[in-house]
């Protein structure tokens, strides 16, 4: 959306900073992409008069101006060859060492023999128009000298926003002035149209029915839920003609391009007030009548690109008696287009239903500056003050009349929608307090009419804003217009959710920690690429040919980025991605039809240096080798895949990770890349991540019965481990054993050489019953009796 700064400080009254007014929208309602100055270019270009006009002593065609510019040397001569200047009149003079649009520096040069001191200028040479017959000739009261861009207000800005697809009201200069009136402390009030007279337009009122007659043509509204309010204006006697500077002057400064007075009208009105309109040639109008209705099946209309095109009856058709001319909300046919010949217009001003004109676009694949607004949505209740404004304006800049008042089609009136508003549910979801009268004048600076009601705000939202439904809606206006950067921005109390984090959230979060630590940069790469086997799954509207495929794997996505960094001139790199991979679904056709199969993986890859160098060390750090890789794969089992078992591959090259069902669930090997001659080998990994549900927590009691304990030092002969002696003393003891523990260890004297001692605590407990002393001795003894038949394990005696 492209603003000026000139026609927004005509609607505001007031002067505006390029600067400042990007700032403050980019703040509070939508961002500004660029500041774009026009004409600043003409600051060296003057206001001249002609003195005197005589032929050229070596031209035909060429005359010799003397020209007053204002300057101490008196007047000038500059040679001009344009048929129109005249003595007496005022001119755009640009002196020797202005620089034109274009990079044109103008310098004193002899023309056919004679010296020209400069040039005077036409609106194609100034960058105001394509017009180069002739110079331009100003009208104005300034001095010679004086600045062209005081004199004449062409210099302007453009400001390029970024509108959010929920704020169709920043899609015209009124809403936008809105939003800085609302932060200026201004009002916005339409400019007076030059030679306008808003008396011209009869009054009307909107009439719930579905037909009229307005001034001898029919109306019939056939489809009131794609149109649900349409009106016909009829003018009269006017004439089509080349636009008034002003108004061409305003389409120009927003990237328009003047075409004829009725048309720059619309267009105007389109820019100002968010209102498309159409025009139709009375006389081209068969019947003459205008039918709104679904478009019948393989109906075909012209636009006015020059393409036919087919409807469906999904669309809108605007027709005459016989057949369509407009494509909804769209676009017109030239059928019915205003042409110079035109004295009688039909004047068409509706609301579109939104999701009609997207289909309806989509399908024709045709988008123009109205399905771009209505598809949005406009303003269904400001249509009358549009209309009216839009005859003024055509009649003063094309003459005619309105015979009759325009005809207001709306079947099923609706009322302004109200929403509620409590104060305490503001500060509940900003977490500051706002006053109740902030609120209230908050909301009115940008036109919702809020009144008390009990201990809520009763809050009537504009028709220009459609996306204002809810309180929550209401909430983050406020935040909005009261600016987000007053709110504090240091932590407060909070309630923490009693719902836990999903599993699969600590296991990823767990699993990025650790690569972390262990060296690895967390990478992010697209999920397309080439075609990488069989189950690739193909994309049905790709960005490119080359990645128009959904991945496979992560690896071939790491290796292109360390296919950068080598590019770059970085040798050592390590990176992992945790990502989704895609396989085609068992119900998925060859065109790629149905749900693919996904799946989360982790991958790695590994290259360079085993560690960063230190510079005290005089040798060379190795690089990172097979074995390297192979720690890190079993880091990236046991953190993904837990349970699964390493192995060597099958093809005898890296490892891989096998499942508990028997599934390869991993692999690391060396990987092929595009590699300058100074990388170092690359080594890579890809694991299947295990997003099973997490083991349910098994919880017992607290024990009602006391423990009988047990100290045990036994000796251990050479090679026996302390986990061989634990197994079989547990299986001895049976299940009363409650817990066995090694707490101590002694090599020395007092044990036959070669052995040692090794001291376990034991406790006993029975559930339902206290245990005798005489029952856990004879227990421990058996335990004692099949580690001495077994491993050879004898109690210490001393």
């Not at 227990?779 to 005696?797: F, S």
Request: glycine fraction near 8%; proline fraction near 8%.
């Amino acid at each position: 959306m492209i603003v000026s700064r000139r026609w927004l400080e005509a609607l505001l009254g007031c002067a505006l900073d390029a600067r400042e007014t990007a700032e403050r929208l980019t703040m509070q309602c939508a961002a500004v992409d660029a500041v774009l100055p026009l004409h600043q270019e003409l600051d060296g270009v003057l206001v001249a008069r002609v003195l005197e006009v005589r032929p050229h002593p070596n031209a035909d065609r060429l005359s010799l101006c003397l020209v007053d510019a204002g300057g101490a040397e008196g007047p000038i001569e500059v040679v001009c060859g344009a048929p129109n200047v005249q003595a007496g009149k005022t001119y755009p003079y640009a002196p020797v060492g202005a620089v034109l649009p274009g990079g044109l520096k103008l310098e004193r040069k002899k023309i056919r023999g004679v010296v020209s001191n400069g040039m005077l200028c036409s609106a194609r040479e100034l960058g105001l128009g394509l017009d180069h017959e002739g110079i331009l000739e100003l009208d104005t009261t300034a001095a010679p000298g004086a600045r062209f861009l005081d004199a004449v207000p062409v210099a302007d800005h453009q400001f390029v926003l970024d509108v959010n697809a929920n704020r169709p009201d920043l899609l015209c200069h009124k809403g936008v002035a809105r939003e800085l009136a609302a932060a200026l402390g201004a009002a916005v009030k339409l400019p007076a149209i030059p030679g306008g007279n808003p008396a011209v337009v009869p009054s009307f009122r909107p009439v719930a029915a579905a037909q009229g007659v307005v001034d001898g043509v029919e109306v019939r509204l056939e489809d009131p839920e794609g149109a649900p309010r349409y009106m016909i204006a009829v003018i009269r006697g006017m004439t089509v003609g080349k636009s008034p500077a002003w108004l061409a002057s305003r389409l120009t400064a927003v990237g328009q391009r003047p075409i004829n007075n009725v048309v720059d009208a619309t267009n105007y009105i389109l820019h100002e007030l968010n209102q498309p309109l159409h025009a139709f040639d009375l006389a081209r109008l068969r019947g003459p009548a205008v039918v709104v209705r679904r478009a019948r099946p393989m109906e075909r209309v012209v636009t006015l690109d020059g393409v036919e095109r087919t409807m469906t009856p999904d669309m809108t058709a605007i027709c005459d008696a016989e057949r369509p001319t407009i494509v909804a909300g769209v676009m017109g046919s030239a059928e019915s287009e205003v042409s110079e010949a035109t004295t009688d217009l039909v004047l068409e001003c509706a609301y579109f239903q939104p999701t009609r004109i997207r289909r309806t676009r989509r399908a024709l694949e045709l988008s123009s500056d109205s399905s771009y607004r209505f598809e949005r949505g406009i303003d269904l209740l400001g249509m009358p003050d549009a209309l009216r404004r839009a005859i003024e304006l055509i009649v003063a800049v094309a003459g005619g009349a309105v015979r009759e008042p325009p005809l207001d089609l709306w079947p099923q009136p609706e009322q302004p929608r109200t929403v509620f508003l409590r104060p305490e549910r503001v500060a509940h979801l900003l977490g500051v307090s706002v006053a109740r009268g902030e609120i209230e004048r908050l909301l009115s600076s940008v036109g919702f009419v809020v009144a008390p009601k009990d201990e809520r705000l009763a809050v009537q939202v504009p028709g220009w804003r459609p996306d204002v439904t809810r309180e929550v809606d209401l909430i983050e206006e406020v935040a909005r217009l009261r600016g987000y950067d007053t709110f504090p921005d240091e932590w407060r109390p909070f309630r923490p959710s009693a719902v836990p984090d999903a599993p699969v959230e600590h296991l990823l979060a767990r699993i990025r920690e650790q690569l972390a630590r262990a060296g690895f940069y967390e990478a992010r790469t697209i999920p397309l690429g080439p075609a990488d086997g069989p189950e690739s799954v193909e994309v049905l509207n790709p960005l490119s040919a080359e990645e128009r495929y959904l991945r496979t794997r992560l690896l071939p996505g790491l290796v292109r980025r360390v296919e950068h960094n080598w590019s770059n001139r970085n040798r050592d790199v390590r990176l992992f991605e945790v990502g989704t991979v895609f396989r085609r679904g068992k119900g998925q056709g060859a065109m790629g039809t149905g749900a693919p199969e996904e799946q989360v993986s982790l991958a790695g890859v590994l290259t360079g240096a085993r560690r960063p160098p230190h510079w005290t060390e005089a040798a060379k750090v190795p690089d990172m080798d097979i074995w390297d890789l192979k720690q890190h794969f079993e880091l990236a089992v046991g953190l993904a895949c837990q349970g699964a078992a390493m192995q060597v591959a099958a093809d005898g090259v890296g490892w891989e990770a096998v499942g508990a069902g028997g599934e390869i669930v991993g692999r690391a090997s060396a990987l092929e890349s595009d590699a300058p001659v100074w990388a170092a080998p690359l080594f890579g990994f890809e694991v299947r991540v295990g997003l099973g549900a997490p083991a349910l927590q098994q919880y017992r009691p607290l024990p009602a019965t006391p423990p009988v304990e047990r100290d045990v030092a036994l000796v251990l002969p050479a090679g026996v481990t302390a986990a061989a002696v634990s197994e079989r003393f547990r299986r001895a003891a049976g299940p009363l054993l409650e817990r066995l523990e090694v707490f101590d260890e002694y090599r020395g004297d007092n044990i036959p050489a070669g052995t040692r001692s090794v001291a376990w605590h034991c406790s006993f407990r029975d559930p339902a019953r206290t245990l005798e002393q005489a029952e856990v001795d004879r227990l421990v003894a058996a335990a004692l009796r099949v580690l001495e038949d077994e491993l050879d394990v004898r109690r210490r005696e001393s």
